[in-house]
């Protein structure tokens, strides 16, 4: 019998290869057409998704949901502290960032982008309620996320281990198998990856735009080796010495 693993927002869908190339079914939902030849993605928004178009109890799930409205950078346009607490705008606050007013078309657009990305995560968690995924995984850069999915079990990492160029510090949200919250925890604390290499690249971010890639498809894209380490994970097969770059 097939097993099967989803990926939502799946771009690259490089998360779910490792476990295409081991014999998984790889469901892929992208908007974005420029996506319709990978293999396995269907071009869809996600918010059409009904959990009956997904296979029932998948081993895992992801999503990587993007993160202008989450990032740490402009997070005032989208959120404000209320009694010690982030919590996101309404859209008389929109009108304002740091108490600077701005055009009713932009505090529109910043309030109209919050919504349907509260909207996308919220209807993320549905499809894995409904669906009752063995592992999974919603993914962000470190952000505001973490005030929205406070209550869910998190951790953080940075997908430098995995060979991106420059840092990219990550939290993974959700139920993940007990091997790869180790390995990712025993991978930073080594600290065994080229801090220099992603450094110097870090560095050049400000000149040739975020990470010195062109394109923000290349920016976004999850590295192959991040999914085969959670593979390994999922099957229960993970060691700690497991090498990535
Ligand atoms: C942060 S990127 C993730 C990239 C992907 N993980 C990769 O490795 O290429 C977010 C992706 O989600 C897609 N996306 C955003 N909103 C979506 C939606 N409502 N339905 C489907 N895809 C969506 C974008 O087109 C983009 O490719």
Same mark, same amino acid.
């Given at each position: 019998m097939k097993k099967h693993v989803v990926e939502? *927002?799946?771009?690259?869908?490089?998360?779910?290869?490792?476990? +295409?190339?081991?014999?998984? &079914?790889?469901? +892929?939902?992208?908007?974005?057409?420029?996506?319709?030849d990978i293999p396995g993605t269907t071009i869809k928004d996600v918010m059409d998704i009904k959990p009956e178009e997904l296979p029932m109890k998948p081993?895992?799930?992801?999503?990587?949901?993007? *993160?202008?409205?989450?990032?740490?950078?402009?997070?005032?346009?989208?959120?404000?502290?209320?009694?010690? !607490?982030?919590r996101p705008k309404t859209f008389?606050? *929109?009108?304002?960032?740091?108490?600077?007013?701005?055009?009713?078309?932009?505090?529109?657009k910043y309030y109209t982008d919050l919504k349907e990305s509260l909207a996308l995560i919220r209807h993320i968690s549905m499809l894995i309620e409904k669906t009752q995924p063995k592992h999974y995984a919603i993914e962000n850069p470190v952000g505001v996320l973490m005030h929205v999915l406070f209550d869910w079990d998190r951790i953080?990492?940075? &997908?430098?281990?995995?060979?991106?160029?420059?840092? !990219?510090?990550?939290?993974?949200?959700g139920e993940l198998p007990? &091997?790869?919250?180790?390995?990712?925890?025993? +991978? /930073?604390? !080594?600290?065994?990856?080229?801090?220099?290499?992603?450094?110097?690249?870090?560095?050049?971010?400000?000149?040739?735009?975020?990470?010195?890639?062109?394109?923000?498809?290349?920016?976004? /894209?999850?590295?192959?080796e991040l999914g085969r380490v959670i593979?390994?994970?999922?099957e229960g097969r993970l060691s700690l010495e497991e090498k990535t770059i």
């Open positions: 939502l *927002c799946s771009g690259f869908g490089k998360v779910t290869e490792w476990f +295409r190339e081991n014999g998984y &079914q790889a469901h +892929r939902f992208e908007y974005d057409p420029w996506f319709k081993k895992f799930l992801w999503a990587s949901p993007p *993160c202008n409205t989450y990032s740490l950078i402009g997070v005032w346009r989208y959120w404000t502290r209320d009694h010690g !607490k982030i008389d606050e *929109c009108r304002f960032i740091k108490g600077r007013e701005i055009s009713l078309e932009k505090a529109t953080h990492f940075d &997908q430098a281990i995995f060979g991106t160029v420059g840092r !990219k510090p990550t939290h993974l949200f007990s &091997q790869l919250v180790e390995y990712l925890e025993y +991978r /930073m604390e !080594k600290k065994d990856y080229d801090w220099e290499v992603t450094e110097a690249w870090g560095k050049k971010t400000t000149k040739r735009g975020t990470l010195g890639l062109r394109g923000s498809r290349l920016r976004s /894209m999850i590295p192959y593979g390994l994970a999922v």
